[in-house]
């Protein structure tokens, strides 16, 4: 089969990070790029999930609150060190 030459840019942090991973799966970035290709083809799609991550209800709750606390700290107790959190948490 004929080859053709085909130009991609990259981040050069990406590039190398990238060559030395496929290095160690014993191929190189054009192989790698290859494959990528063929089974886009193959399955008539990107072959893997492209999604956000989208944090759980409690993580969700955990940013909200950090932002309250941020506009309100005046609701919010305040301690002098880290030992006087701890402190509080541990005699609770």
Known sequence: MAKVSTN???????K???QALFK???MDL???VTIFLRQSVREQAIPFAIKRDVPNDETVAA????YDMKANPQNYKRYDSFSDALNE???A
């Open 24 to 26: 160690d799966l014993g």
């Open 16 to 18: 190398k990070e990238s």
């Open 8 to 14: 991609i840019n990259l981040d050069p942090v990406l």
């Open 89 to 91: 948490v541990l005699n």
């Open 63 to 66: 940013i909200e609150e950090y």
């Open 30 to 32: 054009t192989t790698a």
